[in-house]
């Protein structure tokens, strides 16, 4: 029999980064995955992703270079070339991952773990037909694609996920894109550069509607400018091989016809992903919400040394939030002094459009929404509107001189969102390339509590895109 501190359920981010970090500590550690560490970030998610994104960047920027000064003719691009290339970006940092976790107290198994039962507070686990213990538990299972019940998209060979179009070998000669959220604006992105007509279609009123919706109404915007075929307030009511039936009150009103119907070589259904519970039925009486783990500001379940971490706990879907709570599990389950805990206020998320999307905090929406709910429509209307709760602060993108020289003929936006007394940073919400590479600096702010005062007393590198939160304070 094998005994361990930690048994570790799956090897993303969340599960790599706490067995790195127990054993460390010293403590012995065992890492159960089914498939290959890194998880479906590094391998069917973010990393694969991005590098064919920065390739259809890289041939649109040569194709707009003119503007620039610099003439590139026959531009061409490979796009088997750009899959090579993702695989072997995955591969180096596959092979990174299992150099970190190559050491004496940690032990990684390659299978499927099931959990058998719990004795005298020890966990048993099964994999390979091998049965390990382990006195503490750590499920880190992630999601899977989440498949819409639309009648005609089960088994359907012209239908995609986000897995199946990161595995093509060629580019579609059209594709319709089911799903305007973070995956689905990525993958219009990544087409529509390489040359290929995209139709996107979004049930809500607005494509990205968790994100500020003036940031979004901006890339909006450009995108239906440039071509890209975007429905909103559209629902796909059946898949008849490449052709989708459209029930929409948009299509009505432009169309006089409902419902339509469009066709396209491929559809990617990108609509979400759900919590993996597979394994797991042994842990009778585990609380879910919304078919997830239900942990506390520790990770810990409602099972006695049972901790659960990333996409499989439904609260934040991305894989800094995973790393991070695997952090503080395994520093709760060490008993390091002080605790610490997620500040979930204070997350920052991308989305790598072109031109990019980062935010932190509260949107606009939702500082007005929870303002509203706390003061009540009595107290609203007392103090003149749910206004003179919050102050707004926005300038565009070309207010930094870095900008204006690396984005010709772009505008973009930088938002911040304050407490109207306190003058407290609530919110960051910026559109322009490279906002991704300065959000933390708005998350250092929203999460320490900094006001507008202090925030403006950083020293920013001049000249840096970065410098835009100086400016629009």
Partial sequence: MNNYFLAIIGG???GYTAAEKASKAGKDVILFEQNALGGTCLNVG??????LLYGAKQYHNATHAQKYGVTAENVTFDFAAMQKRKTIVVRKLVAGIKARLNNDHCTVVNGFARILDSIRQVWRIECNGETYEAENLMIC??????VPPIPGIKDNPAVWDSTDALAATGLPKSIIIVGGGVIGMEFATLYHELGVPVTVIEAMPTILPNLDSEVVQILLDKYRKAGINILTSTKVESIDGNTIKLSTSELLSTLNSQPSTLSAERILVSVGRRANLQGLEALDGLELECGAIKTDEFCRTNLPNVYACGDVTGKIMLAHVASRQAEVAVGRMLKQIPLQ?????????VVYTNPEIASVGLTEQQVRDFY??????????KAGGVEAFYEVRKLPMTFSGRFMAENDGETGLCKLVLDAKKQTVLGVHCIGN??????AAASFAV???????EMQQVVFPHPTVSEILHEIL
């Fill in 46 to 51: 973010c990393i694969p992703t991005k590098s």
């Fill in 447 to 453: 999460r320490n509590g900094y006001t507008a005062a």
């Fill in 434 to 439: 490279p906002c991704s590479e300065f959000i």
């Fill in 141 to 146: 299972t992630g999601s899977t694609n989440f």
């Fill in 341 to 349: 805990r997620i500040a979930y206020n204070a997350i920052p998320s």
């Fill in 372 to 381: 509203t709910e706390m003061e009540g429509e009595a107290g609203i209307e």
């Fill in 12 to 14: 993303g981010p969340a």
